[in-house]
């Protein structure tokens, strides 16, 4: 079973502050990694979807990185706000279906 | 911006009961999925829906659990003889190709076994 993981599992950070999580994968057999932001009574929103090793996507002052040979990928976020304030969600597309990681849980305060 | 819209947000259901989810996906998009979210846990697979049948699914999707697009524009999710473990959050998404494109997720639908 593919199994993805993602850490830490929740920061809380300062407003200002940049901040990273990641996700990992195995990368064997990979076809494409995506990232979802989600808040609460919210729907997950698709940041990035990613499928070349060394893949860099940039969506403001979020942006993200991806090693299909070692199986990871990296979220960054420059200067956190407040509204940065979600859960991140990676995903592996395999054979139709994304595999989800636990989410990382990002809080920023003012 | 196109949305995939979910009804009921939130369903309190008796165990042992039927429940359907309602789902109305973005008209031009030809794959259609529901996942679930037990609390605590990682979102999950259920099935994946293309051309009018199921695609793939996954070992959670057993006969209690149904599919059905019955008007080209409803997508829903039935589940049968509902059981405690089946509280969750379910959420619809869908997509117009492959998983290189973003999934269109919905705003889910809390459903709660008492």
């Given at each position: 079973i593919l199994n993805v993981e993602q850490s830490p599992q929740s920061l809380h950070v300062q407003e200002g502050d940049s901040t990273n999580f990641t996700c990992s994968f195995p990368s064997s057999n990979f076809y494409a990694l995506h990232w979802y932001r989600w808040e609460t009574a919210k729907s997950p929103e698709a940041l990035f979807v990613m499928t070349l090793n060394g893949d860099e996507k940039k969506k403001g002052r979020i942006s993200a990185t991806l090693n299909t040979k070692e199986g990871y990928s990296y979220l960054y976020i420059k200067g956190?706000?407040?509204?940065?304030s979600a859960t991140y969600l990676c995903a592996v597309y395999n054979t139709d279906k994304l595999i989800f990681g636990t989410g990382t849980r990002l809080q920023v305060f003012p | 911006e196109p949305e995939v819209t979910q009804t009921p947000s939130h369903q309190v259901t008796q165990m042992g009961q039927e429940v359907i989810l309602r789902c109305v996906p973005?008209?031009?998009?030809l794959y259609f999925y529901w996942y679930r979210q037990i609390l605590g846990q990682k979102v999950e697979f259920l099935v994946s829906f293309y051309n009018n049948e199921i695609s793939e699914k996954s070992e959670?999707?057993?006969?209690q659990f149904s599919v059905e697009r019955?008007?080209?524009s409803n997508f829903t999710l039935k589940i049968r003889s509902?059981?405690?473990?089946?509280s969750a959050m379910y959420f619809c998404a869908s997509i117009q190709?492959?998983?290189?494109y973003g999934y269109t997720f919905g705003s889910g639908t809390r459903l709660t076994i008492v």
């Open positions: 956190s706000q407040p509204e940065d | 973005i008209s031009n998009h959670i999707f057993d006969d019955p008007d080209g509902t059981k405690l473990e089946d190709g492959t998983g290189s």
